[in-house]
Structure formats: C-alpha cells, structure tokens
C-alpha cells in the first residue's frame, strides 16, 4: 500500500470510528444529516456542503483533514460526492457469513419477493399489537409498519420501500459493534427467526 493509501485509509477510518462512536445508527445519522445539507436535492454534495454536514453532525476534523475525506470520495474531480457512494465506502467490511443471513433476512421480509421491503410485506410477518403507540391507541397498524421500515430507509429517500441496500445498511452498523461473526449470525437468526 502506498503511502498516500495508507493516509486515506486512516482519514476514512479516523470518520468511521467518530460516526461508529455514536453507536449502530452512525452513519445512517451522518447520512441524514448530510440529506439536509444537499441544498439543491442533488443526492450529492459539494466542498462546502461536505463540510457543512460533518460540522453539523459533531465531526471533529480539521479542514484539510475533511478536504482529504471529500477527495477520497470525489474520484471523478467534479467537485461533488455521491450520497450512497460515500455511506457504501464509510461502512465498515463485513464478513460473507454476516452478508448472507443479512440476505436471508432480507428474502424473509420479502415476501413478495420484488426486491423491495413494504408495509405489505410486513403484514403477517411484523406484529404491531405489542407496539406501545398501537396499544394505547396513538397509531394505527400500518404506521407501526411505517415507522418499522422508516428505520432501514434511506436518509433521504424515506418511501416506505427498503431496498437489500438499504437493509444491508443499516445491519453494517448493527454488524461494527459486534466482534464475533458466530454471535451477529446466532443474534440475526434469533430476531428474524431463521
């Protein structure tokens, strides 16, 4: 690895370990926030967006240190960042045994098998009648689905849709605080029930 590898490598990791620190839904915050900064709804970012953005979520990091982060990203020299290029190369690597029961959740949540998680889908899968707000009357059974899916939406495009990537995602997050690949496959298999 090159010298100019290893310091993008450990600016990237320097991001990563800040967005990590706040816990499974990190970088999905950071995703977020940066959804707010796109001020032209462009699903990219500029410089100064950029820099806006990690500013706004907490990021401690010199200019020239989120210059370096922003040009890793900024492959083709136009001056912008691809919103899920960025979350795709922040997301920390993941084992093919986390990646595979990921999937297979995924295929059981699709029960139709589209490609796509919705509140269809959930219908008979996801049981919202222990969920305190439809308990106590504040929301119906399919604002529970909504709110169930809204949290392995995308960011910036919540659609009431969750796509494999975006499911996969959100379980990266889930997947960097847990060392063992044996206990995050036993810990998925017992929640989707595989």
């Not at 045994?97 to 996801?126: M, N, P, S």
């Not at 604002?143 to 975006?166: A, C, H, I």
């Amino acid at each position: 690895m090159a010298s100019g590898d290893l310091q993008s490598s450990d600016v990237l990791e320097d991001l990563r370990k800040q967005c990590l620190a706040r816990g499974a839904a990190g970088i999905k915050g950071l995703g977020r926030t940066f959804c707010i900064m796109d001020d032209d709804s462009s699903k990219s970012l500029d410089l100064q967006e950029f820099q806006k953005g990690l500013d706004t979520y907490g990021v401690t990091m010199a200019k020239e240190r989120a210059l370096e982060v922003f040009s890793i990203f900024d492959k083709d020299g136009s001056g912008t960042v691809d919103f899920n290029e960025f979350l795709e190369k922040l997301r920390p690597p993941m084992s093919n045994a986390r990646k595979q029961i990921i999937a297979e959740a995924f295929k059981k949540l699709d029960r139709t098998g589209d490609g796509l998680v919705t509140v269809e889908d959930l219908q008979g899968v996801y049981n919202s009648q222990h969920h305190p707000k439809f308990k106590n009357g504040e929301w119906s059974e399919e604002q529970v689905f909504r709110s169930f899916l809204d949290s392995f939406d995308s960011p910036y495009n919540k659609d009431g849709k969750v796509t494999q990537e975006e499911f996969l995602n959100y379980y990266s997050g889930v997947s960097a605080s847990i060392d063992s690949d044996e206990y995050f496959v036993t810990m998925m298999r017992n929640a989707w029930k595989l």
